[in-house]
């Protein structure tokens, strides 16, 4: 797993959201929201 966000990390296809976000409700939001902007991997760090 970490080698594979890794090769999206270095190829620029993974958007990453460093703040805490409410894995129940706002993640899913957040997902949503940045998948109309881009097909880019979404990655929570908190």
């Not at 270095?10 to 881009?38: I, N």
Request: charged share 30%; aromatic share 6%; no cysteine.
């Amino acid at each position: 797993m970490r080698n594979y966000i890794n090769k999206l990390k270095a190829d620029g296809e993974l958007k990453t959201v460093a703040v805490a976000v409410d894995p129940q409700f706002e993640l899913a939001a957040v997902t949503k929201q940045a998948q109309r902007h881009s097909d880019d991997a979404v990655f929570s760090t908190r």
